[in-house]
């Protein structure tokens, strides 16, 4: 059984949770409250030192870091396969994924936006300003980069999801949280539609968690 330490508004257990999905794992969740500052009690630090959702607990050993844990579970279980076989193809996916999980998200994410607000002093305002800053400069190059591999599909490359998919539809609910207007990417809101469609991103969404507030 594999066990997924995650908190489900986090973008990174949300990748998580999807790539588990996409492949029909069996799989438990174990819900850690980042508002109630779990990630930094005691009993968790233990399996992740750094503090940080997601971790997948599997055999006794625990992996952090979310683009290590779907890379585990590709190689783990290659089908459906998150990456493809085309060398070239594998590197467009990689880069699409990597410039959301490494350079969109860590400047928008609950440890920052928590310092602008208590350390720094930013009104509400101000932080959505920042967050809606990084999040629409990340868009624009993630549309740009769509349009120049010629995007004809309901995913960001070829006929089912990949890495891209998983990373893109956490941070595109993310910028929605924070009013981002997705009618300027035209390609970014056509596979955000798409993937809303199929079960198993739904299944991994936020609002189909144990721990999502219950209205």
Not at 196 to 212: I, L, T, V, W, Y
Request: hydrophobic share 40%; net charge neutral.
């Amino acid at each position: 059984m594999l066990k997924l330490y995650n908190f489900y508004r986090s973008s990174a257990a949300y990748r998580v949770r999807i790539a588990l999905e996409l492949k029909k794992l069996n799989w438990e969740s174990v819900p850690v409250n980042l508002g109630l500052g779990e990630q930094r009690f005691e009993n968790f630090l233990k399996y992740n030192p750094q503090g940080l959702v997601p971790v997948l607990e599997f055999n006794g050993d625990y992996f952090s870091q979310s683009l290590a844990i779907i890379e585990f579970l590709e190689e783990m279980t290659p089908d459906p396969p998150l990456l493809p076989k085309d060398l070239m193809e594998r590197a467009k996916v990689r880069r699409f994924a990597h410039q959301i999980a490494m350079e969109i998200h860590p400047l928008n994410n609950l440890r920052v936006l928590k310092y602008l607000e208590k350390n720094l002093g930013l009104n509400e305002d101000k932080i959505t300003s920042w967050y809606l800053h990084w999040i629409e400069e990340g868009f624009n190059a993630l549309e740009q980069f769509l349009k120049k591999n010629n995007y004809k599909s309901h995913f960001c490359f070829g006929e089912s999801p990949s890495l891209a998919d998983v990373c893109l539809i956490p941070q595109v609910y993310n910028g929605l949280r924070f009013h981002c207007k997705l009618s300027k990417y035209p390609l970014i809101k056509s596979i955000w539609d798409h993937c809303k469609s199929n079960e198993a991103f739904n299944r991994a969404a936020p609002e189909s968690q144990q721990d999502a507030p219950k209205e």
